[in-house]
């Protein structure tokens, strides 16, 4: 007899339905009916390539990454499956079917060559160097069943058939560790093809692959010249196949796009334009044949991330005139992406465009947030500037569509008239990620806190987990620090994995991590302009922290496998560093090493606690602004005193984490051996330092909030010390005002410390102070987005440092977790089992939260009301949890929605 309702929620890996897929035997979840308690049966059907498999009633409880058990896979061939599952509530309904396609396989499959414009031997240089057009003919003379193209490239291309684009697809291929892989792209460009001649073409430029990249802005990281590898399979009605590539028969030209480069910006003249250039027909003069390039020794394959799409588009709020060429475009909100500007005036107006987080006291652009990192440095078309020169058509429109940008504003220069918000739109860009997370509480202050989060974080999620999106626009590893809050508002799974493999890619041969990934200068790294040590505490223990999080987060155990060497490497390097190295001060403090010594990490480069309140990091001085060598010395003069100081409280609580995460990691794969030697190794690090930075009364002997966050997070103080740590901690936030101390490493970790150590009332009071430094001065000062620094908008309207940065955004770690109280539940991955456990204070009168986790959708929403607190919960099938009154009350829920109600403590409701 049938249960009602039928499994949903059908994924492959950790996408919908994944297109050109090159994984051979992709793992399939599915979400169970709803009301249902538990799984005790699973039965998939599925058809692929002609052959139709079922595995038949397989006894599981498993419902995620469930192994894929049809035919083996071959290239290009659609998948169709859907399943069926036993429960308590009986036997379910098929599920609605899924789908996937596979791409090309196997490397002998591309019958396509590498092809590149003809450049000479002179290349352009970095900042102006054009986007070029490529195209090739072929002519079908049979009615067409189905065609796909893999594309790909070293650069970043836009696919062209027939005069259109091929699809919404942006900045493809993405950014990668292009030594080792590159992502193909899949289109289905069966509706596009027609009989007789069709024409395939594709805008190339430089993207990361060659154009300016990171902080030190240096060009060709990854090589000097662009190439193009795409290939089409077109299935005929009659069974037959035509496949055309890119070759030797294919032409190229420049086009109206005279420079692009994702931080120098783009350039078009549009009088230079070829209308009709990837339809059929005769070319005009100044095609070219174009030249073989060498094939790559990457991997091709597919993302296991969704692309970057145009996700959003907002119109000014305000449009204003600073001077009689000059007027400013407000969007009101600070984004990433680019500017769609319509109107451009008559033949040969030039139009610059240059973008902005801020303005100035006097309305005009201020771009000092994009310029920090090399502040001599002076692009082309000024800092986060495009320009384009109009021909004068009708309907005429800009949309520099190979580069992006960082930016609330836009001023634009040169235009004749006056500018309406019709004629100018901001295209927001990001992965096109699903959203997971939906918070709303009786403070609207916290709800704008909660949309700022929303907005830093997405625009931080850009093919790659980029820091901030002016400046730099690097997969740097605070990643690590950031994930957990961003997992919360999307579903970042896919993205993660994705950077993780170049992570593990970039990782050299002693195990140490780069900042940043993909790193474009690789081993060239620590000797190019500019360097700064890789391998640093907290940064570089992503390594570790990113794929425990992935697996508590999504369940997905095979990253941990796939990541185990990269996260063992990284701990044995450390180890290694502890062992082999003694800093000076310590040496000189103590000539013979305590026993505890060798588990301390104490020298090398590190950031430490970067950008705490109150503290300086520039000791050194201020830089050359207008001298590339004097700014050159400045970089080493500030790492050689960096690499002077101990960070050895620092270091060595990141060391332990490492270890701790590994030792657990080792025992969720099975690894007893590698799970006993590295919890040993993490309880002799802990014991190190509590012997080094634990006084003889008790009391931490470095007394600063971010050493107390981070001994109580990471369990470094015995028991019987964290109470007292915990008083001392607040100790600390007083003395400050009660303002928060911490900085980018451990400021995600504040608020939820104070909640779990039983001071939730402090919590509040830190989220609601208004005055600086706090999470609400972003929203006093007209910010957005939040900031690198506590004081990124200061009082007098100047700028410091980046303006989107989400180290601030990880409020929503409290929000979600304590103001609503959803919280996962020791080491049970994707919330199979969890806590709701609201914790309300500061004059809050309800609050409610949704999550989407892998089995379903949790809710949270509460409400006091005449000193009585409400409480509904949604538990999703499957799944289970624990839920915790303010007064104390413990309960379990099972799938379906309970309502529980208690007498309100007059604590819980300061």
Not at 16 to 27: D, K, S, Y
Not at 390 to 397: I, K, P, Q
Not at 855 to 865: L, M, T
């Amino acid at each position: 007899m049938n249960g009602p309702g039928r499994p949903g929620g059908l994924r492959v890996e950790h996408l919908t339905e994944p297109f050109g897929m090159t994984t051979r035997a992709p793992r399939l979840s599915w979400r169970l009916p709803a009301g249902a308690r538990t799984q005790v049966a699973y039965r998939i059907r599925g058809e692929a390539g002609g052959t139709e498999w079922d595995t038949g009633r397989v006894e599981s409880g498993r419902t995620l990454f469930v192994p894929y058990g049809g035919p083996p896979l071959a290239s290009r061939q659609r998948a169709t499956w859907a399943v069926k599952v036993w429960t308590d509530l009986g036997e379910s309904d098929w599920s609605e079917p899924g789908r996937w396609e596979t791409g090309l396989l196997e490397p002998g499959e591309w019958a396509a060559s590498w092809i590149r414009p003809g450049e000479g031997e002179r290349i352009p240089p970095a900042g102006h160097r054009p986007a070029y057009l490529l195209r090739g003919k072929v002519v079908l003379s049979r009615p067409v069943a189905r065609a796909r193209v893999y594309a790909t490239a070293r650069g970043l291309y836009e696919l062209h058939l027939n005069g259109a684009r091929a699809d919404d697809i942006e900045l493809a291929p993405g950014f990668t560790a292009y030594r080792t892989r590159l992502h193909v792209q899949t289109y289905d460009v069966t509706g596009l093809l027609r009989p007789g001649e069709n024409v395939l073409g594709a805008v190339l430029g430089d993207g990361w692959y060659r154009g300016r990249t990171s902080y030190h802005r240096l060009p060709d990281g990854f090589g000097d010249r662009t190439a193009l590898l795409a290939q089409m399979h077109v299935e005929h009605d009659d069974g037959t196949e035509t496949v055309f590539g890119t070759g030797p028969d294919w032409v190229w030209a420049t086009g109206p796009i005279r420079a692009a480069d994702l931080f120098d910006g783009q350039e078009n003249d549009l009088r230079e334009d070829r209308p009709g250039w990837s339809v059929p027909g005769d070319l005009e003069a100044g095609w070219a044949p174009v030249a073989l390039a060498e094939a790559t020794g990457a991997s091709l394959v597919s993302s296991p991330a969704p692309p970057v799409r145009a996700i959003q588009e907002l119109r000014p709020v305000a449009i204003t005139r600073i001077g009689p060429d000059r007027q400013v475009a407000d969007f009101g909100q600070n984004v990433n992406g680019r500017v769609r500007l319509t109107g451009l005036g008559p033949r040969g107006t030039s139009l610059l465009l240059t973008h902005a987080e801020a303005v100035t006291p006097a309305g005009d652009v201020d771009t000092a947030s994009a310029k920090a990192g090399i502040p001599w440095y002076e692009p082309p078309r000024g800092v986060q500037g495009d320009r384009v020169i109009a021909a004068g058509r009708a309907g005429e429109v800009f949309e520099p569509r190979h580069t992006r940008h960082g930016f609330r504003y836009v001023r634009v220069t040169g235009h004749p008239g006056d500018l309406t918000p019709d004629d100018v739109t901001a295209v927001v860009l990001g992965s096109d990620l699903p959203r997971t997370g939906w918070f709303e509480c009786s403070d609207r202050r916290v709800n704008r806190l909660h949309e700022i989060a929303f907005w830093t974080l997405r625009n931080q999620q850009c093919d790659i987990p980029q820091t901030e999106i002016t400046r730099e626009c690097a997969g740097w590893t605070d990643w690590g620090f950031n994930l957990p809050s961003a997992r919360l508002l999307h579903d970042v799974s896919g993205l993660t994995v994705k950077w993780l493999r170049d992570l593990a890619a970039d990782q050299w041969p002693d195990g140490k991590i780069t900042n940043y990934s993909p790193d474009p200068l690789g081993p060239d790294s620590l000797t190019a302009p500019y360097a700064i040590p890789h391998g640093q505490a907290g940064w570089g223990d992503a390594a570790v922290a990113v794929p425990w999080e992935i697996w508590r987060a999504y369940g997905d155990q095979a990253v941990l496998a796939e990541q185990y060497p990269s996260m063992s490497a990284w701990v044995e390097y450390v180890a290694h560093t502890a062992r082999e190295k003694r800093h000076p001060t310590r040496a000189a403090r103590r000539p013979e090493p305590a026993p505890h010594e060798e588990f301390l990490w104490d020298t090398g480069y590190h950031f430490g606690e970067h950008l705490e309140p109150g503290t300086g990091h520039a000791e050194s001085g201020d830089p050359d602004l207008g001298d590339p060598s004097g700014f050159e010395e400045w970089i080493r003069t500030a790492v050689a005193e960096a690499e002077a100081r101990d960070h050895a409280v620092f270091a060595t609580a990141y060391f332990h984490r490492s270890a701790d995460l590994l030792a657990r990691a080792a025992a969720v794969l099975g690894r007893t051996e590698d799970a006993a030697r590295y919890r040993c190794l993490a309880d002799d690090v802990r014991a190190a330092w509590q012997a080094e930075f634990i006084g003889a009364d008790g009391a931490l002997t470095v007394d600063t909030q971010a050493t107390h966050v981070r001994a109580l997070a990471f369990g470094l103080v015995p028991d019987e010390l964290r109470e007292r740590t915990a008083r001392r901690l607040v100790e600390l936030i007083r003395a400050a005002g009660t303002h928060p101390g911490t900085g980018l490493p451990s400021t995600h970790l504040l608020l939820p410390v104070l909640a779990e150590t039983g001071h939730t009332d402090v919590a509040y009071e830190l989220l609601l102070r208004e005055t600086p430094p706090s999470w609400l001065t972003v929203i006093e000062r007209g910010g957005t987005t939040f900031w690198e620094e506590w004081d990124g908008i200061a009082a007098d309207g100047s700028t410091h440092q980046a303006l989107n940065l989400p180290t601030r955004a990880s409020v929503v770690e409290f929000l979600y977790g304590y103001m609503a109280g959803i919280r996962l539940s020791g080491d049970t991955p994707a919330y199979r089992r969890f806590t709701v456990a609201p914790e309300p204070g500061g004059g809050i009168t309800w609050a409610r939260a949704s999550l989407e986790s892998p089995y379903g959708r949790i809710e949270s929403s509460w409400r006091i009301e005449r000193d009585a607190f409400t409480l509904e919960v949604t538990v999703p099938p499957g799944t289970s949890a624990e839920v915790t009154l303010p007064d104390g009350t413990r309960a379990e829920a099972g799938p379906g929605t309970s309502v529980l109600t208690c007498a309100m403590p007059v604590s819980a409701a300061m």
